[in-house]
Structure formats: C-alpha cells, structure tokens
C-alpha cells in the first residue's frame, strides 16, 4: 500500500512551510506529498501568511525533491482554463522528471469563489468532462500534429498541444461520493479514484460503485487504483493526542469517528481495514503541517507496519 501525506496550505502557511513538510514526506521515506487547491482559509483563524497557488508550489517543489510523487487533492476545474492547465502539468512533470500526478474535481467552495471573483457555475460536472476530454486530448495528440476541440464550454482550433509530459499518460486523480456521475467519469478519465472524509461503510459501497463503472465500460477494474484520504492524528500519549487535536480545531469527542486517529496501533489498525476494503493508496491529511514530530511518529511507528 503507498502512503502520501496531503496537506492543507490555505490554513495559514508559507511555501518554506510546505517545502520543510515534503523533504520531511521525501527523507522519512512515504511515497508523495499532496496539497489542496483552495485559496480562502476554512473556519476561524489566521490565514496568515494568505493562499498559495498549487501548481506554482508544485514547481517549486518539483525542483527540491528528487523521489516523491507530487501532485493536487484536488485542483478545482473553477480556477483555470483546461488548455491552460495542461500545459503547467505538463511543465511541472518536466520539472520533476515524470513524479507529477493530477487531481482534478468539480471544486466545492462557494466562499473562496465569491472571495475572490471568481465565477461558480451551479452545474459542473459538464465542465469536469470537458477538461478531461481537453487535457487527455493535447496530451495523446502526436507530436506535429494539432488539437482541435468544441464542446459546450471549451473552443480550441489547431492548438498545437505542447508541451507534452515527460511521460505519454500523467496521472489522473478523480474523486467523490457520487453514486453514479463521479465513478463513470473516474472510469473514463482516471488513473486512481479517490473518496475522502467517509465512513469505512461508505467506502467500501463507493469502491463498489466505481467496480461496476469499469465493467459498464470494458476497463479492467484493477487498472484503475483506488485511494481514500482522511485527516489524520497520532500521539502516543493523550496529552499530545489533545494538544494535536486542538491545533487543527477539531472535536475530541467525534474525531475518530471517521478519521485516523489516535495511538500509533490504531492508526496502523485503520488503515489496514481500509487495505481490507481495497484501498491501494492512503492520503493521511495533516493539516498543521508545522508539526513535523506528528509525521516522524507517523513514519517511525505506523508507516513499517503498512507496507
């Protein structure tokens, strides 16, 4: 099973912030560092030092690793225009030498949008589509050759689809609870679908779900990685357990209900049930990314019982 870390940035925290977390991802030994794409802090407290763009991250990133996977939990289809944003993965996959991996989703956050300018359509799932179909199509288009596109929300006319990954097929991550809409588009487009922040029930229905989308299309399940993402907080002692709990805001008395927590035994116990259920890849989400004791206990007592 791989274990990524994923991490909240708009919570409040600088690139240096987000760069000491991902050497410490690299040299600890897990397998990728994941962000969100948000710009506008969730809940109370300070932003400070404000929103950092993802993908401008990523580069950095992409030349101060050299082993972990990199790549968004999601990118919202909201922020940048498809043609666009095939040409920054492809930039950062360069940059990175092949380690880059696409997450790309309807986008949820109507506060960041309203914050910001930024227009927020009711209906999305056509948009998802259509970056799909954009991104994957100037990728696969031969070198020479050109691309062209017309769908209801995207125009493109002899695009000469360049740059091109370092690798023919980056990674594509879709995500969701949907029980029909998500998995049939994960089924189309992805490499791995995602589901985060539900109960073991829900996954194991949702992973189903996504098993008969491969089968409505004659893919093979098993090409397709499945991955759940929970916040997660370990302690070997209660009073660092509360403490942990506490910096991120979150309810002591419902935490672990859904969520990986507790002792290191715990944890390990968490995540294989969620192997059990079938998942491929854990995203553990750590959101005060500061506190890089909290991922040295993780990799020293939960991450050898895992693997």
């Known amino acids: 099973m791989e274990v990524c870390i994923f991490t909240e940035p708009q919570q409040g925290a600088s690139y240096d912030d987000q760069l000491a977390q991902a050497n410490a991802t690299e040299r600890l030994g897990f397998d990728g560092w994941f962000r969100s794409d948000h710009f506008l802090r969730m809940g109370a407290g300070d932003p400070f030092p404000g929103p950092t763009d993802a993908w401008t991250t990523l580069a950095g990133l992409a030349r101060e690793t050299s082993r972990i996977r990199i790549g968004t939990l999601v990118s919202s289809v909201t922020f940048r225009h498809p043609s666009l944003l095939a040409i920054q993965v492809a930039q950062v996959d360069a940059m990175s030498e092949g380690r880059v991996e696409l997450g790309l989703g309807t986008g949820w956050f109507a506060e960041e949008h309203a914050a910001y300018g930024i227009p927020f359509p009711a209906k999305r799932f056509g948009i998802l589509e259509e970056q799909l179909e954009v991104i994957t199509g100037l990728w696969s288009t031969p070198i020479g050759e050109h691309f062209d596109y017309h769908g209801e929300h995207y125009s493109l006319d002899g695009a000469p689809a360049l740059p091109k990954p370092l690798h023919p097929e980056v990674p594509i991550i879709v995500g969701g609870a949907g029980p029909k809409r998500t998995p049939e588009i994960a089924a189309r487009f992805a490499s791995e679908f995602n589901i985060g922040f539900r109960s073991e029930d829900t996954v194991a229905r949702t992973f189903d779900g996504v098993r008969r989308a491969c089968d409505a299309m004659d893919r093979d399940p098993s090409d397709l ?83």
């Open 225 to 307: 990685r499945r991955s759940v993402a929970l916040t997660t907080v370990v302690a070997s002692d209660d009073a660092t357990y509360l403490r942990r709990l506490e910096a991120i805001g979150a309810d002591p008395d419902t935490f672990a209900e859904v969520s990986i927590a507790g002792t290191p035994d715990s944890a390990i116990e968490k995540i294989l049930r969620l192997r059990e259920l079938g998942a491929d890849r854990v995203y553990l989400q750590l959101i005060d990314l500061r506190d890089l004791e909290h991922l040295e206990l993780i990799a020293a007592e939960v991450l050898p019982h895992i693997r």
